[in-house]
Every structure is written in structure tokens, then in C-alpha cells.
């Protein structure tokens, strides 16, 4: 693909690398390469280095909402996730039934910052993430 310095993380499907291409072609570019190598179509959401750093830094949870999750939570209570583009109202609205003591979150811009006092695999939060509709 051209790209630099690339690295996968984990076995999460995120990727890091280097180029100089603008987001919105880069972003296009992948998704048409991945859906031509591999014969199916996935979206790529890009974040710069910069962006990356901000995210990790802006953590509105209090700490005392982060120590009660940790504490009670099967397995990882802090989640960021990377959106595509921002939520619309409407989005947002069809989410908001979902939020509760247990599974709490915000949306900051592209990212939605979630906090969960329980497993996020039986959540009802997480499965209904897609309601933002911002693919």
C-alpha cells in the first residue's frame, strides 16, 4: 500500500503507520484495497499521532467513576471508540436509552469514551452502538 513504518497493535485490527496522504483518499484507499485483497468490505477510521495523544489525554470519566468500574468490571472497564465521523442529534438520541449507572458514556467529537461497571460483552450499551449511525 505504500505506507510506512507499519505495525499492527494486538489482535485488535488496528494498524499504525506513517504517510503523508490526506485522510478522507488514504481512508478510501485502504478500504477499496483490503475489499480487493481479501473480498470483503470493512471501514477504516484514521487517527494522526497528534489526535492520538489528545484522545489519551482527555479523559473526561472522574477518577472515582474509573476506580468504582475497575473495581466491579469483568475484565476492561475504559473504552474509547473511533468514529468515522461525528454522531448526528439524531444519533445520539436513538443511544441515549442505553446509558444507565452501570454503562456510561460520552461523546467527544469523533470518539465515544465508554465506561462499563460490568462485562462490556452482555452490555446492552455496546451492542447498540451502531444506533449512531455514523458510517
Not at 53 to 58: D, E, G, Q, V
Not at 73 to 100: H, I, T
Not at 115 to 130: D, E, H, I, M, W
Amino acid at each position: 500500500m505504500g505506507l510506512g513504518r507499519v505495525r499492527t497493535y494486538i489482535q485488535s485490527g488496528n494498524v499504525l503507520f506513517e504517510s503523508e496522504e490526506e485522510e478522507e483518499p488514504l481512508r478510501e484507499r485502504i478500504e477499496q484495497e483490503i475489499a480487493v485483497a481479501h473480498g470483503f468490505s470493512v471501514s477504516v477510521v484514521l487517527r494522526t499521532a497528534e489526535e492520538l495523544r489528545r484522545i489519551a489525554a482527555s479523559c473526561l470519566f472522574s477518577e472515582d467513576a474509573l476506580t468504582k468500574a475497575e473495581a466491579s468490571a469483568e475484565g476492561e472497564s475504559l473504552y474509547v471508540g473511533f468514529l468515522l465521523r461525528e454522531p448526528s442529534r439524531e444519533g445520539m438520541e436513538r443511544l441515549a436509552p442505553y446509558k444507565n449507572e452501570d454503562e456510561q458514556y460520552y461523546i467527544a467529537g469523533r470518539e465515544i469514551f465508554l465506561l462499563f461497571s460490568r462485562s462490556v460483552r452482555n452490555s446492552k450499551l455496546s451492542a447498540n452502538l451502531q444506533k449512531l449511525d455514523v458510517r
